[in-house]
Nanobody, 120 residues
Framework: QVQLVESGGGLVQPGGSLRLSCVVSGSIFSMHAMGWYRQAPGKQREVVAAVTSGGSTNYRDSVKGRFSISRDNNKNTVYLQMNSLKPEDTAVYYC??????????????WGQGTLVTVSS
């Protein structure tokens, strides 16, 4: 069973920075494209950044130039460096594969997420 454990969230002022981490177990991590998703209150979950198994990256327009995704296949870990944070970045952040990991019964598997709050 895949497990995803996110960490690194917190309260930060506008313009500040945070680095999120996500450790993945129970899967051949290096074979999967990985992404960071976020879900703000009352909104649908969205992908904000992605990194392929080969290290190519892609970003949602609203975070381009501010967020940077990376991975360490030796540590089964994916990171999200977030700079110049804005109040609209406030959300619970999750990592997962692209598409998300799922059980044999096709139920998506998610971690607990990590809350990022950007506020003065």
């Amino acid at each position: 069973q895949v497990q995803l454990v996110e960490s690194g969230g917190g309260l930060v002022q506008p313009g500040g920075s945070l680095r999120l981490s996500c450790v993945v177990s129970g899967s051949i991590f290096s074979m999967h494209a990985m992404g960071w998703y976020r879900q703000a209150p009352g909104k649908q979950r969205e992908v904000v950044a992605a990194v392929t198994s080969g290290g190519s990256t892609n970003y949602r327009d609203s975070v381009k130039g501010r967020f940077s995704i990376s991975r360490d296949n030796n540590k089964n870990t994916v990171y999200l460096q977030m700079n110049s944070l804005k109040p609209e970045d406030t959300a619970v952040y999750y990592c997962n594969a692209l598409p998300p990991f799922s059980t044999a019964g096709y139920v998506e598997v998610w971690g607990q997420g990590t809350l990022v709050t950007v506020s003065s």
